[in-house]
């Protein structure tokens, strides 16, 4: 079993990417937007948004199949940064994060980038691929983001449930294969320790 959180910026795609490949009804904490938040909570680009997730997203997906059978956890975060201190909340145990990436938004990716990189959690990051928007080769985005090389990125559809699993794996086997480069670099970590 393996805890991986799903972040990323206001909108990118985080409750869409769980709920599209979780096996179980996942736990959403979806609440409309209101005129509360319009000051805080931009819609440019996303104008059709209508929720926001207010405190986290639940979803479970095994893969029996794979070459070590596995169970995940998915957490999702809510994307806006007032909400970083519950991040850290939901990124304890985990073995990894994945980063969803808003090419339409791309500065509301730095805050998440910037996160688990601070406390030493490895993560990919997915660009997210919405209807409509310019698409990136992933190394135009990994420039624009500052990724080292060792940062997988890759490109999903979140409404895909291949499409989220196959970035899962690729999480996965990035997170075991780098841990103790991970740990090398940060402090002593029960996240990558469990791992």
């Known amino acids: 079993m393996l805890k991986i959180v799903i972040a990323g910026g206001f909108g990118a795609g985080k409750t869409t990417a769980v709920g599209a490949v979780s096996e179980i009804t996942p ?5 409309y937007l209101t005129e509360a938040s319009a000051d805080v909570d931009s819609l440019a680009g996303i104008e059709a948004k209508q929720t926001t997730t207010v405190a986290f997203d639940f979803g479970r997906l095994s893969l029996p199949d794979a070459p070590t059978p596995l169970e995940l956890f998915l957490f999702g975060t809510p994307g806006q940064d007032r909400f970083v201190d519950l991040w850290y909340d939901l990124s304890r145990g985990a ?36 209807n409509g928007a310019h698409l990136y080769h992933p190394e135009q985005v990994r420039t624009a983001l500052e990724l080292p090389d060792s940062v997988p990125v890759v490109t999903c559809d979140a409404r895909d449930p291949n499409h989220v699993a196959g970035v899962l794996l690729t999480l996965v086997d990035h997170a075991v294969n780098n841990a103790a480069t991970y740990r090398a670099g940060h402090a002593p970590s029960t996240t990558l320790q469990d791992a």
């Open 27 to 31: 736990l959403s904490t979806e609440e």
């Open 95 to 130: 073995v990894g994060a994945v980063v969803l990436v808003d090419t339409r938004r791309l500065e509301s990716s730095f805050t998440p980038v910037s996160f688990f990189e601070d406390i030493g959690l490895p993560f990919v990051v997915a660009v997210n691929q919405f």
